[in-house]
């Protein structure tokens, strides 16, 4: 996955950061559970 390096950003930057990872991370779960249901079939 992606990890998203903060260099001098303003106050703001975490919680975009953070939001990002977020999202990123719940597609990857989408794409796993996906998969997992594929698998059953």
């Known amino acids: 996955m992606f990890n998203l390096v903060k260099?001098?950003?303003d106050e703001n930057s975490d919680d975009i950061l953070k939001s990002i990872n977020k999202?990123?991370?719940s597609k990857k779960e989408k794409k796993d559970e996906e998969n997992k249901e594929k698998e059953k079939k």
């Open 23 to 25: 999202m990123l991370a």
């Open 7 to 9: 260099d001098e950003f």
